[in-house]
């Protein structure tokens, strides 16, 4: 008895099961049906010569009440496409045979490689993903703008060079400019940097930007969704014994760390002169100096997850018309104060060992018509004490004509350190956007010293700030 309800009751599930197959397999023929799509077209930013793009996704819907079966999905160019398809899992350029249940959807990633036999100027690269159902030809525009580059790859410069402008410099693992060479980078320069790339200065480096044609170094993302996202490449290192370094109208943004200068061994000689530059949204610091000699105008720091600006080990810096800012996603978040002097380092000579204080003199931190000014309650940080007692070398630091966000206790009518020196909010104008223009009623207007602003009388715009006689404090001149 148990047997035979067994048997039949096996029949009965495989007749369900035969059933449920063959109306699975009745895919409609109708030409009526169509397939939608998320997008009629998928856009790609500019992308450089060999260097493949981020991957970007399509979906493909089956909106009809009937199960269908795509013929083809392949792409118009063919094998010779730049692009490259992905269709749930099987490649192109040609994939045959899709199944698709009535309110299902799939996948098509897309990828391109764009070939280095370019011009200078971008190109279109056009072409377009193909549907065959049902006899129906539907598809979907593919648009990337290619950019040849020079490529550098682990490169060193061993005499002294002058970049071309024509097209975009690629920077790969590190470009290094030995100790007896000079880099010229000219006016409308544009470097990018893959993942964790440096430009590694020995020798000596003069970036020679313009009001109207800046030299930008950033990332090699250009998908928007990069164009705030910090850490992506290492940033410009001007490495210990490097001299007479100068950069003018520089945009250098989206690093581990924007700028870092080292030690000067040539007695009097500057290691950096830095002027009309902005440095920005860098993941660690966007200006760290390690006891070098720097002199800065007019130039904008911004956005850090530790300190914007990080003076240390001592050193001898002097900043004119500078806007240092923090605003650092939240401020909860940030590790350190938008301004950071120091005068020592710390080391073991053995791992486990006593720790060691090395001091270095703090011979000069000057700030003048400037302001230093965040998201946190005190932008200044002062490190010159180890274990709550100071260290033995010079700390001088002064800030005269300045917004500066300290708290309360910091007494600014102390004349050593602070000579007309505010509080108040400067009033940027749109932080969330990176402008630290100032906006009308800014406490910064008019309050600047006329004396200092002679010296450097054009703001990071190319603005004369001497026009109406009265400069305004940071590196943006407010035209009313």
Not at 91 to 97: A, E, K, R, S
Request: hydrophobic content about 40%.
């Amino acid at each position: 008895m148990f047997k035979k309800v067994l048997n039949r009751f096996l029949v009965i599930i495989l007749s369900l099961l035969a059933l449920w197959s063959c109306e699975n397999d009745n895919f409609s023929s109708s030409p009526s049906i169509k397939l939608t799509f998320s997008t009629d077209t998928v856009l790609f930013d500019t992308v450089f010569t060999t260097i493949g793009s981020s991957t970007r996704y399509l979906k493909v819907y089956n909106r009809s009440k009937s199960d269908v079966r795509i013929s083809s999905v392949s792409l118009a160019g063919g094998s010779t496409s730049a692009y490259r398809i992905n269709v749930d899992g099987r490649p192109g350029p040609l994939v045959n045979d899709i199944p698709l249940r009535s309110g299902d959807s799939l996948f098509v990633m897309v990828e391109v490689t764009v070939n280095p036999t370019l011009g200078d100027a971008p190109l279109l690269i056009p072409d377009s993903i193909v549907f065959v159902t049902n006899t129906n030809v539907q598809d979907v525009k593919l648009v990337a703008w290619g950019q040849d580059v020079y490529m550098h790859n682990g490169v060193t410069i061993e005499t002294d060079s002058v970049f071309p402008v024509n097209k975009p410099h690629l920077i790969y693992d590190y470009l290094f400019v030995d100790k007896n060479a000079t880099l010229t980078i000219p006016a409308g320069s544009r470097l990018h940097f893959h993942n964790n790339a440096q430009l590694v200065v020995a020798g000596t480096l003069k970036v020679e930007g313009s009001a109207s044609l800046p030299v930008t170094m950033q990332g090699d993302r250009l998908e928007k969704f990069y164009s705030d996202k910090g850490g992506q490449w290492g940033g410009v290192w001007l490495s210990a014994g490097s001299r007479n370094n100068s950069i003018a109208w520089a945009d250098i943004r989206n690093a581990i760390i924007g700028l870092m200068v080292d030690t000067c061994f040539t007695p009097g000689v500057p290691t950096l002169v830095l002027s009309h530059s902005k440095i920005g949204n860098s993941s660690y610091v966007n200006l760290l100096a390690r006891g070098a000699k720097l002199e800065v105008d007019n130039c904008l720091f911004y956005n850090a997850a530790y300190s914007s600006v990080a003076l240390t080990l001592g050193g001898t810096y002097r900043f004119y018309h500078t806007t240092i800012s923090n605003y650092w996603g939240d401020y909860m978040f940030r590790k350190g104060p938008a301004l950071l002097l120091n005068n020592y380092y710390t080391y073991q000579l053995v791992p486990g060992g006593p720790v060691q204080v090395e001091p270095r003199d703090l011979n000069e931190a000057s700030f003048f018509n400037s302001i230093i000014y965040g998201s946190i309650s005190n932008e200044l940080g002062l490190d010159y004490k180890y274990n709550g007692q100071p260290v033995n070398a010079n700390f001088n630091y002064s800030f005269s004509d300045c917004i500066l966000r300290v708290p309360s206790t910091y007494n600014l009518n102390d004349p050593e350190h602070f000579t007309r020196v505010i509080r108040e909010d400067p009033r940027f104008k749109d932080v969330a956007k990176w402008n630290f223009e100032l906006d009308t009623l800014s406490p910064a207007k008019d309050i600047g010293d006329i004396t200092i602003a002679t010296g450097f009388p054009v703001d990071l715009k190319g603005v004369n700030r001497l026009a109406d006689g009265k400069p305004d404090l940071g590196a943006f001149e407010r035209v009313e």
